[in-house]
T-cell receptor, first 112, second 111 residues
Framework: GEDVEQSLFLSVREGDSSVINCTYT??????LYWYKQEPGAGLQLLTY?????DMKQDQRLTVLLNKKDKHLSLRIADTQTGDSAIYFC????????????FGKGTMLLVSP | NAGVTQTPKFRILKIGQSMTLQCTQD?????MYWYRQDPGMGLKLIYY???????DKGEVPNGYNVSRSTTEDFPLRLELAAPSQTSVYFC??????????FGEGSWLTVV
């Protein structure tokens, strides 16, 4: 089946901006999500965007949505070492009972 | 706030044994889910439920069973455990649609 695609790894320096990209599968998806997973922990909902929005900002996080290209990005401003984690992009395709389809995750490593 | 609570957090099973992963939520959410996460992979949906008494298969249901007798609880049953079921299991819940909250995970090893 089709997959939600993400780059596997991103390395940045503390204080820089990080941009994590995702390509999702269904242009009719209603909600798109970013989850954060720290080592040995569960998934923390970071933010989500409704499909009729182009952008959503929440403190250091900015989500950009390009529906035409089915492209979603997460920008983290002033990245900190505590931001080091795996970030998952996920979508809810239409017709499903809010069942999330996940990408394989992008490991973000922030060095001092 | 307890949120989504899973037990046990860690378990080692022998091949052929059975066990139940417990999941409970105190947010009165209708929708509940079980996912598994294999190393280097995203999460795959095992089963989900849209309300008490209703369950449905996800992407990878083989080898598992679920029940939803109450709104709060959504246990996942493994019958005849196999090494391929070694994984991290996540339970999740949501009111419907846009916000889905995950438990902290259950690490299962089948040897």
């Amino acid at each position: 089946g089709e997959d939600v695609e993400q780059s596997l790894f991103l390395s940045v320096r503390e204080g820089d901006s990080s941009v994590i990209n995702c390509t999702y599968t269904d242009s009719s998806s209603t909600y798109l999500y970013w989850y954060k997973q720290e080592p040995g922990a569960g998934l923390q909902l970071l933010t989500y965007i409704f499909s009729n929005m182009d952008m959503k900002q929440d403190q250091r996080l900015t989500v950009l949505l390009n529906k035409k290209d089915k492209h979603l990005s997460l920008r983290i401003a002033d990245t900190q070492t505590g931001d080091s984690a795996i970030y998952f992009c996920a979508e809810i395709p239409p017709g499903g009972y809010s069942t999330l389809t996940f990408g394989k995750g992008t490991m973000l490593l922030v060095s001092p | 706030n307890a949120g989504v609570t899973q037990t046990p957090k860690f378990r080692i099973l022998k091949i052929g044994q059975s066990m139940t992963l417990q999941c409970t939520q105190d947010m009165n959410h209708n929708y509940m889910y079980w996912y598994r996460q294999d190393p280097g992979m995203g999460l795959k949906l095992i089963y989900y439920s849209v309300g008490a008494g209703i369950t449905d298969k996800g992407e990878v249901p083989n080898g598992y069973n679920v029940s939803r007798s109450t709104t709060e609880d959504f246990p996942l049953r493994l019958e005849l455990a196999a090494p391929s079921q070694t994984s991290v299991y996540f339970c999740a819940s949501g009111p419907s649609g846009n916000t889905i909250y995950f438990g902290e995970g259950s690490w299962l090893t089948v040897v």
